[in-house]
């Protein structure tokens, strides 16, 4: 019998989701993404090759595959064909065997790139029209893929033989017993209902998502994982309790300048903004769409419990553990204090969280490489405790861990999970 997993990111976007996908798409038969557009980037390692997705689920790289494009995704024509001719040139020959793409996905125009570069900035978003496109589709004013393909050119040309109703092609998958893998795009709170509202994406990320984006069932789920970093970072604006230094810092670093021994040093002797800089710098920190420098924060693991009760989570991943391999101290946020009362549940106010202040628990981290660690009984004690605090304060068991960016880097704590 078959699995329906959802991968969702559990914090702002960036958590890895891509090289988990990667990682379980290895024994899933289907990989569907449901929501987003190329607002969206997914790196995968895989030994000396990287590869870059903003459109295309990150499993399209897995030979004899199908990969879905769902309806609740945006889709911008340029650069969809751009993923594929690029796939096509490394040796990836895709075919409607390999890929669908709904014919009601929307398609984002010219018109509505240049609506987002003129009016997103005060949101923070990436401006690739993903805002203007959602807003054209709840205005039914918009243009679906199935239309699309009817006119000429080159790119309605290359995408025609793709697009078709995927909504039967997932839930006769799901009947016949076949693996189905589901990709998150950004981050729980980054959802339109439930994020940093109005510092937010223009569709739902949450779980409830996978169900409305590709027309399948929620009791047709088996399993929500949600992707956390150990620690926490964001793009753009937006309130963020648990930062590390500030966003003009963030902002205004040097991207191209190497970590140096005294900036650790300074990290150590407990400046936020070097901790964040040695979390950035150690964690390749900067947006695979935008390039853009991500702030950096202690992990929030009060964000952590609301994520687990919005998306149902059954387990959580924990990434880029290997950052901290630097850090003599480690901090977890585990509640907020609000006007001098101590909070455990994230308030949903924008006013109320821009004014919580964490409050922290600290533990010993473990100053030395565990990159080449890939077995839970041969990290270090103080790492193990740390997993241990996670799993305790977030509520919700870890079930996958990863020490670094290739796809070996990773284990399975809990079989179970996976397919």
Known sequence: ???????????????????????????????????????????????KE????????????????????GNGMVIYPPQIVKEITDLEARGFKLTDKELNISSAAHVITEAQVELDRKTGGKVGTTG???????????????LRMGDFIKQYGPEAQKLRPFVKDTWPVLNNAIESGKNVLIEGAQGAMLDIDHGTYPYVTSSNPTAGGACTGLGIGPLKIDSVIAIMKAYCTRVGRGPFPTELGTEEQTTSEDKEAE?????????????????GKVLRKRGAEYGTTTGRARRTGWYDAVIARYS????????????KLDCFSDLKKIRICKAYNIDGKTVEDYPIS???????????????????????????????????????RLEEL????????????????????KKEEGF
């Open 308 to 319: 687990v009760a919005v998306n149902g989570l059954s387990s959580m991943v924990i990434t």
């Open 259 to 275: 970590l140096t021994a005294d900036d650790i040093k300074k990290a150590n002797a407990g400046d936020e903004y070097y901790i």
């Open 394 to 413: 977030s509520k919700v068991p870890v079930s996958i861990l990863s020490v670094g960016p290739e796809r070996s880097q990773t284990f399975v704590l």
């Open 1 to 47: 019998m078959g699995k329906v997993i959802v991968v969702v990111g559990g914090q702002w976007g960036d958590e890895g989701k891509g090289k988990i996908v990667d990682y379980l798409a290895e024994k899933a038969d289907v990989i569907a993404r449901a929501t987003g557009g190329n607002n969206a980037g997914h790196t995968v390692i895989v030994g």
């Open 128 to 142: 690739r029209g993903i805002g203007p496109c959602y807003m054209a589709k709840i205005e039914r004013t918009g």
């Open 350 to 388: 924008l006013d109320v969280l821009q004014k919580a202040k964490p409050v922290y628990e600290q533990m010993d981290g473990w100053n030395c490489d565990i990159s080449n660690v890939r077995k839970f009984e041969d990290l270090p004690k103080q790492a193990k405790a740390y997993l241990k």
């Open 50 to 69: 990287k590869f870059k997705f903003h459109i295309l689920p990150s499993g399209t790289i897995h030979k004899g595959k199908l990969s879905v494009c």
